[in-house]
């Protein structure tokens, strides 16, 4: 079982973030053969500062290094550094329905959000996020909630170029979205209507992974709750309903659980429950970071490792890509090579 995912290298990488994919990372370490991009290209999209780009990037990289993902049991690369997926994204695009991504829920919130310009790339992100897993032939792709549409759009083109192109044959395999059954959408503590989030959301109400535990309590302690007294998951009990899926998530356990343990207790006393387990949960990652962070160049060293080995399986599927499609010629051997993964690495 090959499993992508792909998470951006933009602000600081939040609890939502961690539960929704981060730890879903981890744990698939031993269901398969993981591969973990890190998307750049992606970032691009909205307005960004160079310089802090870098440095975001180095910094993803250290925290998913520091919560668990092993360069020797997966494959953990940049994305700018395999060409092969912004090929591939112009080849997919031939493939995919303009309205629909017209209508894509993400681009019309970050188009309105925008405040100077609404780049074409933003439009064309979901179609960067389809080359990124088809390239690589993925079965399984773990995300949080809010990334089930573009799943969607993926699978349908991934379906649309079989039909158009394969032959009979499932040259893109369609991939299966793995969204977490609890914590698939980690709300903001002070707005428990919105998702917590890296642009949208509040900083009171954004637990970040690199916060200090002083901080973590804080924000827990003060989230939004109601004028209740019961430790209960409701529709009109959002941010008590938040707190129980923070607590289920990090304990690996269903909401009902929490619900029972709860039954008798006060408002206060669940949230500092829930504060003393996001701080144990979050501590190994946060208390690993900073010596993996202090040492850019053995980060660049993972980075290219990766996209070496990257590079090998998303050519191969390229190759086969542009041969079905008619573009290049048609003896594959004779192609120029677009491997432009090792080229990039070894400068
Ligand atoms: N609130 C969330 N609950 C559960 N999962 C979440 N994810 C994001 N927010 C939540 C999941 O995190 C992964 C990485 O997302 P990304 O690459 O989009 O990174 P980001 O831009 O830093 O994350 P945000 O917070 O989602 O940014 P905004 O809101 O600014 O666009 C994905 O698998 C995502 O589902």
Redo the contacts with the bound molecule.
């Keep these: 079982m090959r499993i992508f ?4 290298p ?2 600081r ?2 609890l ?2 961690y ?3 981060i730890a879903q990372y981890i744990s698939s370490q031993e269901r398969g053969e993981g591969i973990f991009c890190i ?1 750049d290209l992606h970032a691009i999209t909205v307005a960004y500062d160079p310089a802090e780009l870098r440095e975001r990037l180095y910094d993803t990289t250290a925290i998913l290094l520091a919560a668990g993902l092993d360069p020797e049991r997966c494959i953990l690369f940049r994305q700018s550094d395999v060409p092969e997926h912004t090929e591939l994204t112009w080849l997919l695009c031939s493939v995919t329905e303009l309205g629909r991504l017209q209508r894509m829920h ?1 681009f019309r919130d970050k188009s309105i959000a925008q405040r100077e310009l609404v780049s074409a790339g933003l439009l064309l992100y979901p179609v960067l996020q389809a080359a990124d897993v088809l390239a690589y032939r993925a079965d399984e792709v773990p ?5 089930r549409e573009h799943l969607e759009l993926m699978r349908d083109v991934a379906r649309r170029f079989n039909t158009r192109f394969g032959g009979g044959e499932e040259v893109l395999v369609v991939p299966e979205h793995r969204i977490p059954s609890v ?5 903001d503590l002070q707005d428990p209507a919105r ?6 959301g509040s900083a009171q109400g954004t637990v970040y992974v690199l916060d200090e535990p002083r901080e973590i309590e804080k924000k827990l302690k003060s989230a939004v709750t109601d004028s209740g007294s019961e430790v209960r998951s409701a529709p009109d009990k959002q941010g008590i309903s938040n707190l129980i899926e923070i607590l289920a998530a990090v304990r690996g356990v269903e909401r009902t659980v929490i619900e029972s343990e709860f039954s008798d207790a006060r408002y206060g006393d669940f949230k500092a429950a829930v504060a003393a387990a996001v701080v144990a949960y979050l501590a190994p990652a946060r208390e690993r970071y900073e010596e993996l962070r202090a040492d850019d160049a053995a980060l660049e060293s993972i980075l290219q490792q990766g996209a070496l080995r990257a590079g090998a399986i998303a050519s191969s599927t390229l190759l086969d890509v542009r041969t079905r499609m008619g573009v290049g010629p048609l003896d594959a051997a004779s192609a120029p090579s677009t491997s432009g993964a090792a080229d990039t690495v070894n400068g």
């Design positions: 995912s792909g998470i951006q933009t602000g990488k939040h939502g973030n539960i929704g994919a998307v993400q995300v949080g909630e809010d990334q914590g698939a959408r980690i709300m998702k917590m989030s890296t642009t949208g």
